[in-house]
């Protein structure tokens, strides 16, 4: 029994999950859920954008990249611009089909990262346990990508919010038609000011790296820092080879003026790719740390590669994001634990 339930009136005193709605432009009628775990963290999750987190907060700082459109709703859908309506927050879902740019790959038209972003949630559940002294907050619900004549995939996803300041999403796509089909899936993570700023450091354990264009290869030597925005910047991809230890790899940043950081766990063996987006504009000033099962460059250049991933019918695949929130005492620790890998 959680002893402090005494001490309150109503357990959302101590922590939770609340339902909302908001109201006027473009995100009329979205539904969000606000978790808070009590130790400082405050999540935003939107039910009708796949269950992605738009917001992280920790004791009143944010994590994360909120763009310059703001919540959309998913009737305002721009398949022609995907980032007209592309809140970005802190992990947009791409895929399930596509990944990165568009193409045609065997007849198919690919849109860009794909559908199941805009796609809202089904059998919404969610709950906070207020038995425990560790209780967790969590939120749950599917994601359907289906159409008459093509593919028939489902989304499981469950959130949980801890007490020990991680946040996990676990995923689970489903095959529910008759035909094999392609699976791409990419987290697209979105470090924001003012945790994202000058002197931010990146404790990216990588093997191997190699810029995605002649754009990126101009810094390549310097993909590892972060500048004050820049008019007209272009925007830079990388592709990193990061260490695995058993069945996690794991990247992070820290903050030294905040004392602050983020800390990104990911399945090893579902989740072999890894790129980093580098945007220093004006306020488009965002870094990005994607992990996934392919790369950025669209389904007809991962088959011609010969790396596409399928799922047989009736056949699923397991994806696990973990985030984890520290301060400057755990820095070192974190740092050694991630670049330790690889010395």
């Known amino acids: ?90 992990m947009t879902t791409c895929g399930l089909q596509n990944v990165g740019a568009p193409c045609e790959d065997e007849g198919q038209a690919c849109v860009t990262h794909g559908r199941i972003s805009h796609t809202p949630c089904e059998n919404l559940q969610y709950d906070a346990d207020y038995t425990r002294d560790d209780g967790a907050v969590t939120a749950a619900g599917r994601m359907r990508q289906a159409v008459i004549f093509g593919e028939k995939l489902e989304l499981y996803r469950r959130v949980t919010l801890a007490q020990d300041n991680t946040v996990t999403f676990h995923d689970v796509v489903t095959n529910m038609g008759g035909e094999r089909q392609p699976l791409m899936v990419l987290y697209h993570i979105n470090m924001g000011h003012p945790l994202l700023d000058e002197g931010l450091e990146l404790m990216v354990p990588a093997l191997a790296t190699r810029g995605r264009d002649p754009r990126a290869d101009e810094g390549l030597a310097e993909w590892r820092q972060f500048p004050a925005p820049q008019a007209g910047f272009a925007e830079q991809c990388y592709y990193h080879d990061i260490a695995r230890q058993g ?19 990911y399945s090893a063996e579902t989740l072999d790719y890894f790129t980093q987006w580098k945007m220093c504009g004006v306020n488009d000033y965002v870094l990005g740390l994607e992990p996934g099962n392919c790369h950025v460059e669209g389904r007809a250049k991962m088959r011609a590669d010969g790396r596409l991933r399928y799922l047989e019918p009736g056949e699923s695949a397991a994806f696990t994001v973990r985030f984890t929130v520290f301060e400057a005492a755990a820095a070192d620790a974190v740092r050694r634990d991630l670049m330790g890998r690889i010395e």
């Open 1 to 90: 029994m959680n002893s402090a339930l005494w001490k309150t009136g109503h357990p959302s005193q101590l922590y939770g999950v609340e339902e909302s709605r908001l109201v006027g432009g473009k995100a009329d009628g979205m539904r969000l859920l606000t978790m808070r775990n009590g130790k400082g963290i405050t999540l935003t999750l939107q039910p009708d954008r796949c269950l992605d987190p738009s917001r992280l907060e920790y004791k009143g700082v944010n994590l994360s990249f909120f763009s310059p459109c703001g919540y959309a709703a998913p009737a305002y859908y721009d398949q022609e611009n995907f980032l007209r309506t592309f809140p970005a927050g802190l």
């Open 247 to 265: 069945d996690w790899r794991g990247v992070a940043v820290f903050n030294p003026r905040l004392g602050l950081g983020l800390r990104i766990d």
